[in-house]
């Protein structure tokens, strides 16, 4: 009994060494600032502000999101709460995403503890529990993962992950019991595991791929058995209740497919459909690289810099990548009845892929990703250290996977040092990859935010020349020539015609991306604001050019007329052409926010009526309540522009009797 403690005690300091190691490889990035896309879906969701705990803002900040067709709510509800107890301060929301990460490293233990043993038989208890803690470690401390951390509104993945985790942790343990559970209990075992999937789907819609990954497990190591006995539920045997469930979903996979292989779709991408899914090929072993042979020089939060493959030959790797997917799968098959290990990692790899990394017009990498993707290759360690027999060999084998723990920690001790200063992670990030127009649009912006600030001159022609580099980046877009007109309004110059010209051509000729709406975008708000003075016909000209751009889709066209709505009420002060892009808007996407902005239009221009009737639209269509707030806040200056017209009015005629 004493062994078996003292053995259990290891363990345990084992384990909480490597959450120690993954804490304080993370902690000196806790301190770095918000990055890429974390602004526009926190600092600049009013929702999520919440003031106090009540329903009421509670359900606005769950159903706030608008990313995915699901909005992601749990993920949402989370960055709410992170805000109502710490405000927006940086750290408390990456502190979160740290604590969630190492709630999912003892996951990725528990799991590994169940699943070796299927791997390798028999299995001691012991060697089951180290090889365990070094999934554990190695997944916990992969510098791969460090984006799912500090990259704030990647928690979507990392809570995804863990309801995901947790759902199979919880499966795979009922399925290890060596007695039959009770029915009551397999009931709520059913029901937890459930609720934990549907948690993983809500938090990001990558959560459902744990589905096909439970019923890989069953598949492939569980084998629908307990022991030597087939388990049946009812007369249907499990395992065919798997097959069946697995064909089930790809027919369901199949139905949905036409609505995400639409080829205008893939236009606003600048690839399509074909190029993606060559493409992608590439991008599988690129990732295992990385997991693999990680390097900080290749680690960035950007890879828009990833060469797009135009053909079987252009490049070369696109064929042997994809003669390569087709035969290690084949080989991994041919070996699954002596070594389902093998089959195993390679099966939950292209499952955790499956999703973001095929058909869906999404961008081509992302190192987010592969967080729980990469835990079925790191099994594959410990199940062939298992299997080493010389005595000697396997001590300095061991010793050489301590030291690559050590090395992994290292590593991302280092890129969380670059990302604690924003300065820093831009500049690195732009001198590893001097190709990414992300990267060096990035780094401009930070120099600029310097020369804002009064820090020197100097900033400017350092801002110019990484613009200059963003402009003659790998299929560069539209960012360098919006920076460039930023860039002259902080030098409190006018932007050269030329570039003006540029970029109202782009925008018209171009395939229409999506940044171009976060760059229209923030150069309306720049000229509402005063700090822009471009003429008015030049402003006009880009959303007009953006609008007739025949790449552009009803979603795209209702942004721009909002824009131009915004515009025309709030610099020209025509309500008159507001109210007629609101309405062309509408015309395109009838939504809440449209209904909105056209009744502030009308009550600017004393059409309260108007104003009141279109208020009604979007408090009747509003229905999860989420814009209850700004409903609530415009009914109060609708009431006040009322008052004041009305005492005008009485005011006028008492004016008229006097000066009789």
């Given at each position: 009994?004493?062994?078996i403690s003292?053995s259990t005690?290891?363990l345990?300091?084992?384990?909480?060494?490597?959450?120690?190691?993954?804490?304080?490889?993370?902690?000196?990035?806790l301190?770095?600032?918000?990055v890429?896309?974390?602004?526009?879906?926190?600092?600049?969701?009013?929702r999520?502000?919440i003031?106090s705990?009540?329903?009421?803002?509670?359900?606005?900040?769950?159903?706030?999101g608008?990313?995915?067709?699901l909005?992601?709510p749990?993920?949402?509800l989370?960055?709410a709460?992170n805000?109502?107890f710490?405000?927006f301060?940086?750290?408390?929301?990456?502190l979160?995403?740290?604590?969630?990460?190492?709630?999912?490293?003892?996951?990725?233990?528990?799991?590994?503890?169940?699943l070796?043993p299927?791997?390798t038989?028999?299995?001691s208890?012991?060697?089951a529990?180290w090889?365990?803690?070094?999934?554990?470690?190695?997944?916990?401390?992969?510098?791969?993962?460090?984006?799912s951390?500090?990259?704030?509104?990647q928690?979507?993945?990392?809570?995804?992950?863990?309801?995901?985790?947790?759902?199979?942790?919880?499966?795979?343990?009922?399925r290890?019991?060596?007695?039959p559970?009770?029915f009551?209990?397999?009931?709520?075992?059913?029901?937890?595991?459930?609720?934990?999937?549907?948690?993983?789907v809500?938090?990001?819609?990558?959560?459902?791929?744990?589905?096909?990954?439970?019923l890989?497990?069953?598949?492939?190591?569980?084998?629908?058995?307990?022991?030597?006995?087939?388990i049946?539920?009812?007369?249907i045997?499990?395992?065919?209740l798997?097959?069946?469930?697995?064909l089930?979903?790809?027919?369901?996979?199949l139905?949905?497919?036409?609505?995400?292989?639409?080829?205008?779709?893939?236009?606003?991408?600048?690839?399509?459909?074909?190029?993606?899914?060559?493409?992608?090929?590439?991008?599988?072993f690129?990732?295992l690289?990385?997991?693999?042979?990680?390097s900080?020089?290749?680690?960035s939060?950007?890879?828009?810099?990833?060469?797009?493959?135009?053909?079987?030959l252009?490049?070369?790797?696109?064929l042997?990548?994809?003669?390569?997917l087709?035969?290690?799968?084949?080989?991994?098959a041919?070996?699954?009845?002596?070594?389902?290990?093998?089959l195993?990692a390679?099966?939950?790899?292209?499952?955790?892929?499956?999703?973001?990394?095929?058909?869906?017009?999404?961008?081509?990498v992302?190192?987010?990703?592969?967080y729980?993707?990469?835990i079925?290759?790191?099994?594959?360690?410990?199940a062939?250290?298992?299997?080493i027999?010389?005595?000697?060999?396997?001590k300095v084998?061991?010793?050489?996977?301590?030291?690559l723990?050590?090395?992994?920690a290292?590593?991302?001790?280092q890129?969380?040092?670059?990302?604690?200063?924003?300065?820093?992670?831009a500049?690195f990030e732009?001198?590893?990859?001097?190709?990414?127009?992300?990267?060096?649009?990035?780094?401009?912006r930070?120099?600029?935010?310097l020369?804002?600030?009064?820090?020197?001159?100097?900033?400017?022609?350092?801002?110019?020349?990484?613009?200059?580099?963003?402009?003659?980046?790998?299929?560069?877009?539209n960012?360098?020539?919006?920076?460039?007109i930023?860039?002259?309004?902080?030098?409190?110059?006018q932007?050269?015609?030329?570039?003006?010209e540029?970029?109202?051509?782009?925008?018209?000729?171009r395939p229409?991306?999506?940044s171009?709406?976060g760059?229209l975008?923030?150069?309306?708000?720049?000229?509402?604001?005063?700090?822009?003075?471009?003429?008015?016909?030049?402003?006009v000209?880009?959303?007009?050019?953006?609008?007739?751009?025949?790449?552009?889709?009803?979603?795209t066209?209702?942004?721009?007329?909002?824009?131009?709505?915004?515009?025309?009420?709030e610099?020209?002060?025509?309500?008159a052409?507001?109210?007629?892009?609101?309405?062309d808007?509408l015309?395109?996407v009838?939504?809440?926010g449209?209904?909105?902005?056209?009744?502030?239009?009308?009550r600017?221009?004393?059409?309260?009526?108007?104003?009141?009737?279109e208020l009604?639209?979007?408090?009747?269509?509003?229905?999860?309540?989420?814009?209850?707030?700004?409903i609530?806040?415009?009914?109060?200056?609708?009431?006040?522009?009322?008052?004041?017209?009305?005492?005008?009015?009485?005011?006028?005629?008492?004016?008229?009797?006097t000066?009789?």
């Open positions: 009994m004493r062994d003292s005690l290891v345990r300091w084992a384990l909480c060494l490597v959450l120690l190691a993954c804490l304080g490889s993370y902690w000196p990035g301190y770095g600032n918000y890429f896309d974390d602004p526009a879906n926190i600092l600049e969701n009013s999520l502000a003031k705990l009540e329903l009421s803002a509670l359900r606005a900040a769950f159903w706030s608008d990313a995915g067709p909005g992601r749990f993920s949402m989370t960055f709460l805000h109502y710490t405000g301060d940086p750290f408390y929301f990456k979160t995403n740290l604590v969630i990460h190492l709630i999912n490293t003892v996951l990725v233990y528990r799991l590994a503890r169940l070796l299927c791997f038989a028999p299995l208890e012991g060697k529990e090889g365990a803690v070094l999934v554990a470690a190695l997944w916990g401390l992969h510098p791969l993962n460090l984006t951390v500090l990259y704030v509104v928690r979507m993945t990392s809570l995804s992950a863990l309801f995901g985790l947790v759902a199979l942790t919880v499966y795979v343990h009922w290890s019991l060596s007695y559970p009770r009551r209990h397999s009931l709520c075992v059913g029901c937890l595991v459930c609720l934990a999937l549907l948690a993983a809500l938090s990001k819609e990558s959560g459902v791929l744990f589905v096909p990954l439970l890989w497990i069953e598949i492939v190591l569980l084998r629908g058995r307990r022991g030597e006995v087939p049946c539920i009812g007369r045997k499990l395992i065919h798997a097959w069946v469930s697995v089930l979903g790809f027919f369901v996979c139905a949905a497919l036409p609505a995400y292989t639409d080829p205008a779709a893939f236009l606003r991408r600048g690839f399509t459909l074909q190029e993606r899914l060559m493409t992608e090929s590439r991008v599988v690129y990732y690289r990385l997991l693999f042979a990680p900080l020089s290749e680690l939060l950007y890879h828009d810099d990833f060469i797009v493959s135009m053909g079987l252009q490049p070369v790797s696109t042997l990548s994809l003669l390569a087709g035969l290690v799968t084949v080989g991994c041919w070996v699954v009845r002596r070594s389902p290990v093998w195993f390679w099966g939950w790899f292209l499952i955790g892929h499956s999703l973001e990394s095929s058909f869906i017009s999404l961008e081509l992302h190192e987010h990703r592969n729980f993707a990469i079925g290759p790191l099994l594959l360690v410990p062939l250290l298992f299997q027999k010389a005595e000697r060999l396997g084998i061991y010793t050489g996977v301590v030291g723990c050590l090395i992994l290292f590593l991302t001790w890129r969380a040092e670059i990302w604690s200063n924003l300065v820093d992670q500049a732009a001198a590893t990859h001097p190709r990414s127009e992300r990267a060096n649009y990035q780094l401009a930070v120099y600029i935010k020369l804002d600030q009064g820090r020197g001159a100097r900033y400017a022609s350092l801002a110019r020349e990484a613009l200059a580099r963003a402009e003659q980046s790998y299929r560069s877009s960012g360098a020539l919006f920076g460039l930023h860039l002259a309004y902080y030098q409190k110059q932007p050269s015609p030329d570039v003006v540029s970029l109202r051509r782009d925008l018209r000729e229409f991306q999506n171009n709406i760059f975008d923030a150069f309306v708000s720049c000229q509402i604001s005063g700090r822009c003075k471009m003429r008015h016909d030049q402003a000209g880009f959303l007009v050019a953006a609008l007739e751009n025949p790449t552009g889709d009803r979603v066209r209702s942004c721009i007329d909002k824009l131009l709505a915004r515009y025309f009420s610099v020209a002060g025509d309500y052409k507001s109210a007629e892009f609101a309405r808007s015309a395109e009838d939504d809440v449209g209904h909105m902005l056209l009744g502030q239009i009308h600017l221009a004393g059409e309260i009526q108007k104003a009141e009737s009604d639209l979007a408090e009747k269509m509003d229905r999860r309540r989420v814009w209850f707030q700004e609530k806040g415009e009914r109060k200056k609708l009431a006040q522009a009322s008052s004041e017209k009305t005492a005008l009015q009485k005011a006028v005629p008492e004016k008229e009797v000066g009789d």
